[in-house]
């Protein structure tokens, strides 16, 4: 049941690699349909009061993936900045 010599450590560096970007990329791609089904239904559900459908469903969608996206941002930006200022060891 050999398969021939055993890959270097780069070979599966670069095949944990490609598989990592894969699963990171389906896992956006099942986040923002999620996100943009989810603000259809918001839009759907808020259509009887009178909201025009495709102008509620633009704005429920920036608001369900903007919000986080700031959220993200500003946690990165603030993780940083501290470690520039050479804060590490600080707990959250």
Known sequence: ????????PEAI???IRRRVRRFTLGALIAAAGTAAGGAALVAWLLRPAGLPLAETWAVSGVLILGIPLVGHGLRYWREQRSSVRGERGRAR
């Open 1 to 8: 049941m050999n398969r021939g010599p055993p890959d270097s």
């Open 13 to 15: 560096r670069r095949r």
